[in-house]
């Protein structure tokens, strides 16, 4: 796992100051420019006849006149998402599918970007035949040079609105449909348990969709967090590391990244190694890896008007991890009092301390420490295997959440050092962070580096 100030993609979504995603909008305005460059190499009238032949191909046979039932039709308006751009394409038989373009497509989208592409729609297609998630159905994609002028994918199109947007909506969202919508995902999320890998990384696919190997991991990085108002927008860059056969090797790889910031970056990372090494084996050891959503967030589960999960989207970037860190973890929306630098609850942003945009409504600690013991609950009444899953992969997945994102984003990492000290500390650290971090400097912190290493090995049992 690389360490870096630089921000991936899961990160700017779910650690963002409003904790939300972008969601899907029109093309207008800064996003106009942003995506100007693809939007003009885009050829609508080639996408349309690729789109077809896509339909032709995947069609019941015995269709008659396939020519005009595969007619579609293509809203010249895209939609855009934070790094996406997406046409609607409507067949003439009222089905309607998506056209996914990558925001790097014709900006500096190389190698690994074209690795990763391939990878993230190879995995769909393998997770639809092995189980039952509503995930998009990838019927073809393009990712070399191609009549239609940019690399793209296409998927069907999932009804539903996205749980961001009803969490806490008091017009529609109870208690009870909270409750219904983890313990949907739950047992959704459960059907990864039998798709089992002997690495940490992405997975490689033989053409005819076999799985063939897992290759090293893929990350869209990027230098500073996601600014849309920024035309001259970051699109990132992907960086490989791995594959990786232990989760430890995966957590502390490059942990030399980190040599020359400041020094009280050196002092955390000192406490973030001690909390890396007091995980316990049992918990990231099973002897093989699962798939992980990379963005398990209430902004890419679907639900219907009666809050069932129609749909669980944005896989790009998907790979294969510990159980902890896979299908077992929490979804990240209840684990949000685990990063403190983005947790918006009881704080108020504006100088005059009156509410603001950006001061999102955010469930309390205790509420999302219930939300959590509902999740677990759901879990256990599927009385999974011991070999796939026992109560802690899940109950404490959070903690082992924030460690790594602790690792590899110094911004959030100011907030999760001290949450771990106080929750191991049980509230009673015996120092300040400043006391630490001059005795760490001067050589002299052994005895708190020895507090801190029994107490994060105890934290594991609470």
């Known amino acids: 796992m690389a360490l870096s100030s630089s921000l ?11 904790g939300r995603s972008t969601s899907s909008r029109s093309l207008e305005g800064q996003d106009l420019e942003r995506f100007a460059p693809l939007v ?3 050829k609508l009238d080639e996408l349309c006849r690729a789109a077809s032949r896509a339909r032709s191909r995947v069609t019941v046979p015995g269709v008659k006149d396939p020519a005009s039932t595969f007619t579609c039709t293509i809203d010249p308006v895209p939609l855009v998402g934070a790094f996406n751009l997406l046409y609607m394409i409507d067949f003439k ?16 989208f190389e190698d690994l970007d074209r690795r990763q592409m391939k990878s993230d729609c190879r995995t769909l297609q393998y997770i639809r035949t092995k189980t039952s998630l509503p995930i998009p159905n990838v019927f073809a994609f393009e990712i070399e040079d191609n009549p239609v002028g940019a690399p793209y994918v296409l998927t069907s199109f999932i009804e539903g609105t996205p749980v961001s947007l009803r969490w806490f909506d008091r017009t529609w969202i109870t208690e009870e449909r909270r409750q219904h919508i983890l313990e949907q995902l739950a047992k959704l999320m459960a059907q990864l348990q039998g798709l089992r890998f002997d690495k940490i990384g992405s997975p490689n696919f033989n ?9 090293p991991k893929c990350d869209r990085v990027f230098e500073q967090p996601l600014d849309l108002d920024n035309v001259e927008v970051d699109w990132g860059r992907i960086v490989s590391s791995g594959p990786y056969e232990q989760t430890r090797t995966y957590l502390v790889d ?10 009280w970056t050196h002092a955390q990372l000192a406490i973030l190694r001690l909390a890396v090494d007091s995980i316990p084996e049992v918990l990231i050891d099973q002897g093989y890896f699962v798939l992980s959503p990379p963005d398990f967030n209430y902004q890419n589960v679907l639900i219907d008007e009666e809050g069932t999960v129609t749909g669980i989207i944005d896989w790009d970037g998907v790979y294969t991890h510990a159980i902890i860190g896979g299908y077992a973890r929490y979804p990240s929306w209840i684990t949000r009092d685990w990063d403190p630098h983005m947790y918006a609850y009881g704080k108020q942003d504006s100088e005059d301390g009156s509410d603001s945009d950006s001061c999102m409504e955010e469930d309390s600690p205790e509420d999302l420490a219930r939300y959590r013991s509902i999740y677990l609950t759901a879990f256990e009444s599927l009385e999974l295997p011991s070999s796939a899953w026992t109560s802690k992969l899940t109950s404490q997945s959070h903690m082992f959440e924030a460690i790594e994102i602790a690792i590899g984003d110094c911004i959030c990492q100011d907030g999760i050092v001290p949450k771990l000290l106080s929750f191991a500390f049980h509230s009673e650290v015996p120092f300040t962070f400043p006391e630490f971090c001059d005795a760490w400097l001067e050589g002299n912190a052994g005895s708190w580096l020895e507090q801190i290493q029994k107490a994060f090995a105890a934290m594991w049992h609470y």
């Open 8 to 18: 991936n993609k899961d990160e700017l979504s779910k650690r963002s100051p409003t």
């Open 207 to 215: 053409e005819d969709g076999s799985f063939s190997h897992v290759g």
């Open 254 to 263: 490059d942990w030399d990244d980190h040599k020359d910031h400041v020094e």
């Open 40 to 42: 003009s190499a885009i």
């Open 93 to 108: 038989d009222g089905l309607r599918w998506i056209a996914r373009f990558p925001g790097s497509a014709v900006c500096g």
